[in-house]
């Protein structure tokens, strides 16, 4: 099957293996690349480390002397990626919840409910606030510092539309919503074959794809695995 992958360049080597392991022929289109913002070490005064995206982790990369200061202390990784990540930089006391931002706050109201001290969020940007909004009615006191902001890939006038046109791909693969946002405000639903599979990793990336997508396919659960998986339903 002929897959076209979404994902950022720096995230996608094992994707790309993977699917070619699989026999699928794979073309990585990225619609983002991350910026890594430097943490001075001397602003943070945190009881416990939250992470939504590995990204986080490859930028805290960047400000070794915040690294050594937030080490030591337990972090809550969103998903398994995230939290494999975290345990590569030398975090060892890793929580991970279940892949997606609702879950992790569920994980660390249950943890922080006798608990005290600040956790410190490492965003990015774009997001949604949901991990921010839960832990604000959680009465979770939760510091955000932005670490990375992703920027979209910048390409001549029409040479994206044109590398999809060419490759003519069978299914298409989301990570997030925003590249769905981004991919779409290239490609109207109509230059794609009828037949195409829209393949999300979650639900609401799915919401950012317009209607006139025949096959959306949304992951079980907010993993890679599930989501490859589909294309063998």
């Known amino acids: 099957m002929r897959v076209l992958v979404t994902r950022p360049e720096t995230t996608a080597d094992k994707t790309l293996r993977r699917l070619a392991l699989a026999g699928h ?40 002397q915040a690294l050594s ?15 494999e990540a975290a345990l590569d930089l030398g975090f060892s006391r890793v929580r ?5 931002a609702a879950g992790l706050a569920e994980l660390i109201v249950r943890d922080r409910a006798s608990a005290t001290g600040i956790l410190l969020y490492l965003a990015g940007t774009p997001r949604l606030p949901e991990l921010e909004t839960r832990m604000t009615v959680a ?16 390409r001549p006038p029409g040479a994206f539309s044109a ?55 949304i992951a079980s659960s907010p993993d890679e695995d599930t989501l490859l998986a589909l294309l063998d339903a």
């Open 25 to 64: 022929k794979t073309l990585l289109l990225p619609l983002s690349e991350a910026e890594h913002l430097p943490i001075r070490a001397t602003a943070l005064a945190a009881s416990a480390v939250v992470a939504t995206s590995a990204e986080a982790f490859r930028a805290l990369r960047q400000s070794p």
């Open 69 to 83: 200061s937030l080490a030591s202390l337990p972090v809550y990784c969103v998903g398994d990626a995230t939290a």
């Open 96 to 100: 991970v919840g279940p892949g997606d």
């Open 139 to 154: 009465g979770v006191p939760l510091q955000v510092r932005l670490v990375y902001r992703m920027r979209p890939v910048v």
């Open 163 to 217: 590398q999809v046109h060419a490759f003519s791909p069978e299914a298409v693969l989301f990570y997030s919503r925003e590249a769905a946002r981004q991919f779409f405000s290239d490609i109207a639903p109509a230059m794609l074959s009828a037949t195409v599979r829209i393949l999300c990793l979650g639900p609401r990336i799915a919401d950012a794809v317009p209607p006139g997508c025949r096959h959306v396919e």
